[in-house]
């Protein structure tokens, strides 16, 4: 049921104004410190009324007249969680379990999905549809999809997805990004990437690894970056490559999101060079990462050394944790739980105390927290999107902690998944 549709009072001739009322919500306030190095994280409960699908107002009591009024029960409230980048093609998820074949690298890697991505087409939708079920089900009503263009597949991955996201906008929100996973070089020759960024349905062009798969940084580079400009949409780039050349690669893809003017439209996701340097070395690249506004997208990997979050933030260069492959030919691994993942980010990197803890909340959020670094409240306010996730926590350092399971999602002021209990 819409929480719009919960309530509706008559208005006379002129129509109906409809109206949806949930009490006893927990919104955290503010901090306090009460002791040294002590600090506890201020809540109250509240009632929120839901609109159109935005917050149209937080008060203290509801209405007399309010009917149907969805209880709480006193679960805290959360922006909605933000997947900046997962694979809805290509898994296992949702079909027969597989483990991982052993391989030496990426290119052996992409040899194995030659071989299957024909044959697992038929089973793309369900299986899709299973991993969008379990990510929804966990917070997130965005996602960033990407999804294969290649020489085997053609087209037929985006025809696939496209019509599993449209099925699913009911409780989720989405970008759609073309990702030439067998290299860009390769993929374009046969125009491949010009034909998939005609559809106005894609927001986004992905890459991979200029350097090593392409084997032409600049040629790999101008080909992203000049149909990127031509059909006016925004990059990510998959970049796996470590040590200097993978820092090297970074530079570049800098100097080509300034020379185009694409400040805030360019994402690189997993960076592992980013961890294979001294904070020395790191400092000039972080600067400019943050001056051409660059995000970085990572899974806090547990099987290499991972790219220092704290560090990367502490510059200013916005970071996002993210799902990126559950169960397919690259790992076994994966719940779909954001807040999993953040609670790792932050195991990871000693964020322990109440206050860095609720500050991993941002991570995959796209930034929003209920407070500020200096604890004043942030969200949420009148006019804010019904996009929020209920958690039975008594704080988002709490839920970052404890992964507490207990969750309420409403997208566009709808529930969508879990009930309060």
Known sequence: ??????????????????????????????????????????????????????????????????????????????????????????????????????????????????GFLREALAETSQKAQALIDLITSKGATFLRVQTNVDPVIGLENITVIKKVL????????????????????????????????????????????????????????????????????????????RGTLGLFEIKRIIDYTIANNMQGKVQISHAFSLADASEDVLRPILKRLKEANIAINTTVPLGTKALSIPLLESHGVKVNVINDNINDHWSPFGSGDLIERASRAAECFSMTDEVSLSRALGLVTNGVTPLDQEGNLAWPK?????????????????????????????????????EFK
């Open 166 to 241: 449209e099925q699913n906008k009911h409780k989720i929100n989405y970008e759609l990004v073309v990702f030439p996973q067998h290299g860009t070089v390769i993929t374009e020759e046969i125009g491949l990437l010009t034909k998939a960024l005609e559809d106005d349905a894609v927001t986004v062009l992905g890459g991979v690894d200029p350097a090593t798969l392409d084997g032409d940084i600049e040629k790999s580079l101008k080909i992203t970056f000049d149909l990127a400009t031509k059909y006016k949409k925004e990059i990510d780039i998959h970049l796996h490559d």
């Open 382 to 418: 009148v006019g804010d999107k019904g996009d929020i996730l209920f958690v039975k926590a008594e704080s988002s350092a709490h839920l970052i902690g404890r992964v507490c399971p207990e969750r309420v999602v409403l997208f566009d002021g709808e529930i969508v998944s879990g």
């Open 1 to 114: 049921m819409r929480a719009k549709d919960l309530v509706k009072k008559n208005i006379g001739i002129g129509g109906m104004i409809e109206m949806g009322w949930i009490k006893n919500v927990l919104l955290e306030i503010g901090r306090e410190e009460i002791a040294k190095d002590t600090v506890v994280t201020k809540t109250k409960q509240v009632c929120l009324l839901i609109q159109d699908g935005e917050i149209k107002e937080i008060a203290a009591v509801i209405p007399e007249a309010a009917n149907d009024v969805i209880d709480a029960k006193g679960y805290l409230a959360l922006p909605s969680l933000v997947d900046n980048h997962i694979h809805l093609d290509k898994g296992h998820y949702g079909g027969k379990w597989h483990a991982v074949v052993p391989m030496h690298s990426v290119a052996e890697r992409i040899v194995e999905e030659r």
